[in-house]
Protein backbone atom coordinates (compact mmCIF):
# COMPACT_ATOMS: atom_id res chain seq x y z
CA UNK A 1 0.00 0.00 0.00
CA UNK A 2 1.76 3.35 -0.93
CA UNK A 3 2.18 5.54 1.88
CA UNK A 4 0.57 9.57 1.66
CA UNK A 5 2.77 12.24 1.66
CA UNK A 6 1.22 15.02 4.50
CA UNK A 7 3.13 17.92 4.24
CA UNK A 8 4.24 19.25 7.70
CA UNK A 9 4.68 22.98 7.89
CA UNK A 10 7.70 23.40 10.67
CA UNK A 11 8.88 27.32 9.20
CA UNK A 12 8.08 29.94 12.03
CA UNK A 13 5.51 32.26 11.16
CA UNK A 14 7.78 35.27 12.20
CA UNK A 15 9.55 36.67 9.28
CA UNK A 16 13.30 37.50 10.29
CA UNK A 17 16.24 38.78 8.08
CA UNK A 18 19.51 39.10 9.98
CA UNK A 19 21.77 41.66 8.96
CA UNK A 20 25.19 39.84 9.71
CA UNK A 21 28.05 41.60 9.61
CA UNK A 22 30.91 39.19 8.06
CA UNK A 23 33.20 37.84 11.03
CA UNK A 24 36.54 36.45 10.82
CA UNK A 25 37.28 31.96 10.23
CA UNK A 26 34.74 29.76 10.51
CA UNK A 27 32.20 31.78 13.03
CA UNK A 28 30.36 33.22 9.94
CA UNK A 29 29.44 29.71 8.63
CA UNK A 30 28.56 28.70 12.40
CA UNK A 31 26.10 31.82 12.60
CA UNK A 32 24.38 30.87 8.90
CA UNK A 33 24.17 27.06 10.25
CA UNK A 34 22.92 28.10 13.59
CA UNK A 35 20.52 30.60 11.93
CA UNK A 36 18.84 28.25 9.44
CA UNK A 37 18.04 25.63 11.98
CA UNK A 38 16.43 28.17 14.65
CA UNK A 39 13.97 29.76 11.80
CA UNK A 40 16.08 32.81 10.15
CA UNK A 41 14.17 33.37 6.62
CA UNK A 42 17.01 35.54 5.42
CA UNK A 43 20.53 36.25 5.72
CA UNK A 44 22.68 39.73 4.46
CA UNK A 45 26.25 39.51 4.98
CA UNK A 46 27.40 42.97 5.79
CA UNK A 47 30.53 44.78 5.57
CA UNK A 48 31.00 47.55 8.49
CA UNK A 49 33.96 49.68 8.81
CA UNK A 50 35.09 47.43 11.28
CA UNK A 51 34.59 44.22 9.84
CA UNK A 52 37.48 42.31 9.76
CA UNK A 53 36.75 40.59 7.06
CA UNK A 54 38.35 42.10 3.28
CA UNK A 55 36.32 39.63 0.41
CA UNK A 56 36.22 40.73 -3.50
CA UNK A 57 35.98 39.49 -6.95
CA UNK A 58 36.22 35.81 -6.78
CA UNK A 59 36.80 35.24 -3.87
CA UNK A 60 33.74 37.08 -2.47
CA UNK A 61 31.78 35.14 -4.80
CA UNK A 62 32.81 31.79 -3.43
CA UNK A 63 32.60 32.68 0.06
CA UNK A 64 28.78 33.43 -0.90
CA UNK A 65 27.86 30.13 -2.66
CA UNK A 66 29.75 28.51 0.21
CA UNK A 67 27.32 30.12 3.07
CA UNK A 68 24.37 28.99 0.13
CA UNK A 69 25.84 25.64 0.64
CA UNK A 70 25.79 25.66 4.66
CA UNK A 71 22.01 27.60 4.44
CA UNK A 72 21.25 24.08 2.21
CA UNK A 73 22.92 21.70 4.61
CA UNK A 74 20.95 23.57 7.44
CA UNK A 75 17.53 23.44 5.88
CA UNK A 76 17.71 19.72 5.24
CA UNK A 77 19.04 18.63 8.56
CA UNK A 78 16.57 20.80 10.70
CA UNK A 79 14.11 19.82 8.14
CA UNK A 80 12.40 22.95 6.79
CA UNK A 81 9.98 23.91 4.53
CA UNK A 82 12.19 25.83 2.47
CA UNK A 83 16.14 27.16 2.54
CA UNK A 84 16.35 31.06 3.57
CA UNK A 85 18.03 33.46 1.48
CA UNK A 86 21.15 34.23 1.72
CA UNK A 87 21.82 37.31 -0.23
CA UNK A 88 25.04 38.71 -1.74
CA UNK A 89 27.17 40.58 0.53
CA UNK A 90 26.52 44.39 0.95
CA UNK A 91 27.69 47.51 2.71
CA UNK A 92 26.23 48.55 5.54
CA UNK A 93 24.72 51.64 4.62
CA UNK A 94 23.11 50.03 1.51
CA UNK A 95 21.43 47.58 3.96
CA UNK A 96 20.13 50.14 6.29
CA UNK A 97 18.85 51.78 3.87
CA UNK A 98 17.51 49.13 2.02
CA UNK A 99 12.62 49.62 2.53
CA UNK A 100 10.87 47.16 4.96
CA UNK A 101 7.72 47.65 6.78
CA UNK A 102 9.44 45.21 9.22
CA UNK A 103 10.30 46.17 12.81
CA UNK A 104 13.95 47.15 12.48
CA UNK A 105 16.66 46.55 15.83
CA UNK A 106 20.61 46.75 16.15
CA UNK A 107 22.02 45.34 18.94
CA UNK A 108 23.59 47.61 21.29
CA UNK A 109 25.14 46.52 25.32
CA UNK A 110 23.84 49.99 26.21
CA UNK A 111 20.72 50.10 24.99
CA UNK A 112 17.51 51.02 26.55
CA UNK A 113 15.35 48.57 24.97
CA UNK A 114 15.11 44.75 25.13
CA UNK A 115 13.34 42.35 23.07
CA UNK A 116 10.66 42.21 25.98
CA UNK A 117 9.64 45.97 25.47
CA UNK A 118 9.24 45.52 21.62
CA UNK A 119 5.76 45.49 20.09
CA UNK A 120 4.64 42.50 18.31
CA UNK A 121 6.12 42.30 14.66
CA UNK A 122 3.17 41.81 12.42
CA UNK A 123 5.06 42.92 9.39
CA UNK A 124 8.85 40.46 10.22
CA UNK A 125 12.05 41.94 12.15
CA UNK A 126 15.49 42.78 10.53
CA UNK A 127 17.94 42.96 12.92
CA UNK A 128 21.45 44.14 12.85
CA UNK A 129 24.54 42.49 14.30
CA UNK A 130 27.76 44.03 14.41
CA UNK A 131 31.37 43.39 13.65
CA UNK A 132 33.45 42.05 16.10
CA UNK A 133 35.11 45.36 16.61
CA UNK A 134 31.43 46.41 17.00
CA UNK A 135 30.06 49.82 15.23
CA UNK A 136 31.67 53.03 15.21
CA UNK A 137 29.66 56.05 16.51
CA UNK A 138 28.88 57.02 12.76
CA UNK A 139 27.27 53.28 12.24
CA UNK A 140 25.48 53.97 15.23
CA UNK A 141 24.26 57.65 14.70
CA UNK A 142 23.00 56.09 11.05
CA UNK A 143 21.18 53.17 12.69
CA UNK A 144 18.95 55.53 14.51
CA UNK A 145 18.49 57.74 11.43
CA UNK A 146 17.00 55.21 9.47
CA UNK A 147 14.48 54.64 12.17
CA UNK A 148 16.54 51.23 13.85
CA UNK A 149 15.79 51.06 17.64
CA UNK A 150 18.20 49.95 19.64
CA UNK A 151 18.00 46.45 21.71
CA UNK A 152 20.18 45.05 24.38
CA UNK A 153 20.14 40.97 25.40
CA UNK A 154 21.43 41.78 28.63
CA UNK A 155 24.03 42.88 30.64
CA UNK A 156 27.13 40.86 29.48
CA UNK A 157 28.69 41.87 25.70
CA UNK A 158 28.49 38.79 23.59
CA UNK A 159 30.44 37.53 20.76
CA UNK A 160 29.09 38.72 16.89
CA UNK A 161 28.42 34.92 16.29
CA UNK A 162 26.74 34.54 19.84
CA UNK A 163 24.57 37.86 19.67
CA UNK A 164 22.78 36.65 16.93
CA UNK A 165 21.72 33.25 17.88
CA UNK A 166 20.64 34.66 21.13
CA UNK A 167 18.55 37.42 19.51
CA UNK A 168 17.15 35.04 17.03
CA UNK A 169 16.46 32.65 19.63
CA UNK A 170 14.93 35.46 21.84
CA UNK A 171 12.39 36.67 19.28
CA UNK A 172 11.32 33.27 18.30
CA UNK A 173 10.43 32.03 21.74
CA UNK A 174 8.61 35.78 22.03
CA UNK A 175 7.11 35.90 18.50
CA UNK A 176 7.73 32.91 16.81
CA UNK A 177 7.35 29.40 17.46
CA UNK A 178 9.97 28.66 19.93
CA UNK A 179 8.84 26.32 22.32
CA UNK A 180 5.25 26.12 21.04
Request: charged share 25%; glycine share 6%.
Given at each position: MPQELIPHDVESPLKIH???????G????FTIQKSVELGITEITPIFSQRCG??????????????WQKIA?????????????????????????????????????????????TITVPK?????????????TDDEMALTKQLEFVDIRLGP????????????????????GDLAN
Open positions: LGQCVSRDKMDVKLMGDRLEKKHQQIAAAEQSGRNFVPIIHPPVDLKQWLAQQTNAIKLTLHPRAEHSIKDGVRFLVGPEGGFRVLRTETAALTVLSALQLQF
